[in-house]
């Protein structure tokens, strides 16, 4: 089973400051890898997919990076929107088998 | 505008039986693979069980293998999860997710349903 990691558990930043999500995957997911944003009491929503590309309607400001075992999701300039809780995902394996890491809370500073 | 809205979900007894559905719209359902992802209270997500479009190859999670059976039926446009021998751990929201065509990452979910075991 491929893991994924993710770092730091939580992050406290202020609004208009930049947040830096890591992801590590415990071997080699290529480029199948997603960024899910949740709300508290709302279901997740996909931001990333293909390690960097936006889904519809996902602000610029969103943006992801990397491949292999290591993805970075960073937030440029924080909204009052943007707290949450992120979840990266691999999707790379076969048989399928959906992956998540344990999430990251983002929470003002 | 695409909508899957999940129902079925309760307070079920250890060892009991539940049968969680998903109706979906806005979409031509027949043309996309689905699954299923819950969510413990407070924790994280974790994939359960996952179907082709057309029921061909269906995948489930080790968790919930030999208890858990999805199913679909595309002329209701509608998913099912049948749940038996029901397990505290098993207590959480359960959402239905779309597979994205020609890949597998989760375009849309549903807003879940709860289901609670306990006695």
């Known amino acids: 089973e491929i893991v994924m990691t993710q770092s730091p558990a939580t992050l406290s930043v202020s609004p208009g400051e930049r947040a830096t999500l890591s992801c590590r995957a415990s071997?080699?997911?290529?480029?199948?890898l997603a960024w899910y944003q949740q709300k508290p009491g709302q279901a997740p929503r996909l931001l990333i997919y293909?390690?960097?590309t936006r889904a519809t309607g996902i602000p610029a400001r969103f943006s992801g990076s990397g491949s292999g075992t290591e993805f970075t999701l960073t937030i440029s300039s924080l909204q009052s929107e943007d707290f949450a809780v992120y979840y990266c995902q691999q999707y790379n394996n076969w048989p399928p088998t959906w992956t998540f890491g344990q999430g990251t809370k983002v929470e003002i500073k | 505008e695409v909508q899957l809205v999940e129902s079925g979900g309760g307070l079920v007894k250890p060892g009991g039986s539940l049968r969680l559905s998903c109706a979906a719209s806005g979409f031509t359902f027949s043309s996309y693979s689905m699954n299923w992802v819950r969510q413990a209270p407070g924790k994280g997500l974790e994939w359960v069980s996952s179907?082709?479009?057309?029921?061909?190859?269906?995948y489930y999670a080790d968790s919930v293998k030999g208890r858990f059976t999805i199913s679909r039926d595309n002329a209701k446009n509608s998913l099912y999860l049948q749940m038996n021998s029901l397990r505290a751990e098993d207590t959480a929201v359960y959402y239905c997710?779309?597979?994205?065509?020609?890949?597998?990452?989760?375009?849309?979910w549903g807003q879940g349903t709860l289901v609670t075991v306990s006695s």
């Open positions: 293909g390690a960097s």
């Open positions: 071997q080699s997911v290529s480029s199948n």
């Open positions: 997710a779309r597979v994205a065509r020609a890949t597998s990452y989760f375009d849309y």
């Open positions: 179907i082709s479009s057309s029921s061909s190859y269906i």
